[in-house]
């Protein structure tokens, strides 16, 4: 069977036995705690923690997989075994408190033996030493033989983390045969020759702080099998490499490189990992992870730039990146139409990234010769150097110390690491909402009550009653006011019962489903059960009403003046601005933000009614509706339509007509980051406040220039020309004083050798009295120093073509010294650096370098 043949068996069997078919979730997960999602089970954590209720029984996926950092890592083995990927797909059937061990066991003996066709006399079975059930089950139930069952500790047992829901579970195996070791089946034998393929936990237990498991009110299923090491084995290969979608993509490889597999075992290697990093990048780049420097973008640029270093080991000159993508998208597209949609845009990025980084190897491998050729003999390269290559440079810690490696010489491993600690903090944790809170007590809120009720879309001010009230935060039971999701910051406002009053000042989920006001109080006290008029900041919200359409009006401008490949990466808003992150390559130009403006601006001028409802998830694609990133969605969703042009997902709070938003105005467009760009605007009354401090510095401008208020740009030109006139005069001045400082200079030499410090000097008056001093009679040599002004140290070595000394050798040592290099020649060398007050010592050092210290 074929990789894809077994997608759609495992999926129609499952279907068939009332499991839901779920597509596959993005490899960006929503747990915070994760870089990638690793494994099937991620997109339904919710649903096995109890803090969601699950939408359906049973469930049947294939999930797109990534393992390439944190503790889920497998980059460093790609290639070099038959198994390891760092991206893979994971076949998974899941029960939510539904169907327990008998039928998630029956179920895979029956897929394993009669849909996929395995010899069952070749399957082994291994369950937790602990679970005399599930052994009982697979011998008595499904009929495996007992000889073939074997028990394991900790390989068999599953935890979510340090606490919560954990249990056993059982791995079916499959025997490729003697030929592949010894026998003893999977507890005893080779693992080459047992190779796992589905494992099923059985999720039974509730692990608790002190140690103590009780058994879960709902026991559940989890299972998880690699989609590669099953095909491996029913197409009766060796490795998951000769599987074949990858051995198309290994073909695609070799192809591009102009490499033979089989012609070298190294080379074999980084066919395999171009193989592999192909797919796992292209499907990261189309779900929306660009190369950065922090958290999953630089586990990505990790792992494209490893790709391109095997290229470069490979001999390759030319780029192969894109027409890698090109291959996975030919291979992987008929699965995963998003990759098709997506084909250019992920063909791009990669291909400039590539690009980028083939600079980079050139720029670094030069800059390490030299650093290499001046260590001495046995010395390693120190990790601040290492550090220096990788931080200023981009030159991966790897790729340094395979060269230093040709070479016979070590990295300070350690003190690279112990740099690379001092300077960066990449991964930013999601912080916890309401720390520090117990949730469980929220949880037994919406068992109770049901989710709170949200009556902000048509009111303002609601009739509640007080469902919690401890700490600072009251749950009501329904709530006109907003929490903090979609990118919209929470409401305020105040709450007020007969007894009492508080002001809100933040509204948040707390547990999905439940709104949380955070408040302080004014007046008296609330109390549980009391009924609440709850009241939210009208002007505040009309505010960010403005703000939040315009930001979906924003999107559709953007796409339209810079192209399709524009997403939205982040936004933020609130009643005084918007924030708006998205992917692109370049810095908007000033006339592109003019083009957004306006398309903006045109919209909001042509005052289209708004459109704010609720529909089915496949209607609103069949709308054409956009997702936001980040925001996660059900079965039912909210969309926006917002004018002729704009229809995107958003579950937020809107104007009714365009035109309520005002004047819109980009004030700000910058990066935050590789490839993701952020632009800041405001709307309505704070449009026009802007445009009145603009006004009021533009007069201020006119009278401090004694011009008109349209005539300021001509009084500042002309002022800044008179201002440069005057610094040439001043500049010409002090280089007539400098160099009229030279025979005194010069009156000093010492074996025809002049060192000094000059004082009140620029760059350039300091190269040209150095060659000043070289020309006065009896003058070999020169070394002068100086510190600037606008901060910075200078040296200059100037010797005459006759004496014998190299001006560069002069200064050689003493330009490390103030911290920096530059241009050196035999007759004249310049130095700049940042450490003035080292300056002495650095002429001590040239002293001794002339031979007359």
């Not at 009720?453 to 009111?459: A, C, D, K, N």
């Amino acid at each position: 069977m074929k990789a894809n043949e077994v997608r759609k068996a495992f999926t129609e069997f499952f279907v068939a036995r009332g499991h839901v078919h779920q597509p596959s979730a993005s490899l960006i997960p929503h747990d915070p705690t994760l870089l990638f999602t690793v494994a099937g089970m991620v997109p339904f954590k919710p649903y096995f923690t109890g803090e969601e209720a699950a939408p359906f029984d049973r469930a049947v996926t294939i999930q797109k997989c990534v393992r390439a950092g944190g503790k889920h890592n497998d980059l460093d083995e790609i290639g070099r075994t038959s198994r390891h990927l760092t991206f893979f797909e994971m076949l998974g059937n899941f029960s939510f408190g539904d169907y327990f061990k008998s039928d998630a066991a029956a179920f895979a003996w029956d897929l394993m033996t009669n849909v996929l066709g395995l010899d069952p006399e070749r399957l082994w079975i291994t369950v937790h030493i602990s679970d005399d059930e599930a052994e009982a089950i697979w011998r008595d139930e499904v009929g495996v033989p007992a000889e073939r069952i074997q028990r394991l500790d900790e390989d068999n047992y599953w935890r979510m983390g340090d606490t919560g829901p954990c249990g056993p579970c059982s791995e079916i195996f499959f025997d490729k045969g003697e030929q592949y070791g010894p026998s003893g089946g999977p507890a005893h034998g080779g693992d080459e020759r047992y190779i796992e393929i589905w494992n099923l936990v059985f999720m039974q237990f509730e692990q608790h702080d002190d140690g103590s498991q009780t058994p879960l009110p709902k026991p559940s299923i989890d299972t998880g099998m690699g989609l590669e090491r099953v095909v491996s084995v029913l197409q009766g290969v060796d490795s998951v490499w000769e599987t074949d979608e990858l051995a198309a993509l290994l073909d695609a490889a070799s192809r591009l490189t102009g490499v033979e597999q089989g012609a070298d075992t190294e080379s074999d290697v980084s066919l395999r990992i171009l193989a592999d990093h192909a797919r796992s990048t292209s499907l990261l780049v189309s779900d929306g992870v660009f190369p950065s420097n922090e958290a999953r973008g630089y586990v990505l640029r990790r792992i494209l730039r490893r790709a391109v270093r095997h290229a470069y080991i490979l001999g390759v000159e030319h780029t192969v990146m894109a027409g890698m993508v090109d291959a996975v998208v030919e291979v992987m597209g008929p699965d995963y139409p998003d990759l098709v949609r997506n084909h250019d845009f992920v063909r791009g990025v990669i291909d400039r990234e590539e690009v980028r980084f083939r600079e980079t190897l050139r720029t670094g491998q030069a800059i390490l010769d030299q650093q290499l050729a001046e260590l001495s003999e046995g010395s390693p390269l120190p990790g601040d150097t290492a550090f220096l290559l990788h931080d200023t440079y981009g030159f991966p810690l790897e790729v340094t110390q395979e060269i230093t490696g040709a070479r016979g010489v070590e990295v300070d491993v350690a003190g690279f690491e112990l740099a690379m600690a001092e300077q960066r903090q990449r991964a930013k944790q999601a912080r916890k909402v309401a720390e520090g809170i117990d949730p469980s007590i929220f949880v037994e809120l919406i068992e109770q009550f049901g989710p709170t009720e949200f009556t902000g879309r048509v009111e303002e001010s609601s009739e509640a009653r007080v469902l919690h009230n401890h700490d600072g935060l009251v749950v009501l039971d329904r709530t006109p006011f907003y929490a903090d999701s979609g990118g919209q910051i929470g409401d305020t406002g105040i709450i007020t019962t007969p007894t009492g009053e508080v002001a809100v000042v933040d509204t948040r989920w707390i547990v999905p489903g439940l709104t949380a006001h955070f408040v302080e109080p004014v007046s008296g006290s609330i109390e549980v059960g009391q009924m609440a008029t709850a009241t939210i900041d009208s002007v505040r919200r009309a505010a960010i009403r403005r703000n939040h359409t315009a930001t979906h009006l924003l999107h559709w401008a953007l796409r339209e003046v810079l192209g399709d490949h524009v997403k939205q990466q982040g936004s933020w808003v609130g009643p005084d601005r918007l924030r708006f992150d998205f992917s692109h390559y370049d810095a908007l130009t000033p006339d592109e933000i003019r083009q957004v403006e306006d398309l903006v601006n045109g919209e909001i001028l042509d005052n289209a009614v708004c459109h704010n409802f609720e529909t089915t998830m496949a209607e609103a694609e069949n709308l054409g509706a956009v997702a936001f990133f980040g925001d996660k969605y059900g079965d039912v969703v909210r969309v926006l339509e917002a004018g002729r042009h704009s229809i995107e997902l958003c579950g937020g709070t809107h104007v009714s007509s365009l035109g309520d938003i005002g004047a819109f105005r980009i004030i700000s467009e910058g990066s935050t980051g590789s490839n993701i760009r952020r632009v800041e605007a405001v709307t309505g009354t704070a449009t026009i406040e802007l445009s009145r401090r603009e006004s009021d510095t533009i007069s201020e401008a006119a009278s401090l220039l004694g011009v008109a208020t349209d005539e300021v740009v001509g009084g500042i030109e002309r002022r800044l020309a008179e201002q440069k006139a005057l610094r040439a005069e001043v500049a010409a001045l002090k280089q007539r004083l400098a160099v009229g400082q030279a025979p005194s200079l010069a009156s000093g030499a010492v074996d025809g050798v002049v060192v000094a410090r000059v004082d009140d000097i620029d760059r350039d008056g300091l190269r040209d009295l150095a060659v000043s001093v070289r020309d006065q009679p009896g003058v070999r040599a020169v070394v002068l120093g100086a510190g600037f002004e606008q901060g910075g140290a200078g040296l200059v070595a100037a010797a005459a073509p006759d004496s014998g000394l190299n001006a560069g050798e002069l200064i050689n040592e003493a330009k490390k010294t103030i911290g920096g290099g530059g241009r050196a020649s035999a007759d004249l060398a310049v130095a700049g650096g940042k450490d003035a007050s080292a300056i002495d010592t650095a002429l001590d050092q040239a002293r001794a370098a002339a031979g007359i210290s």
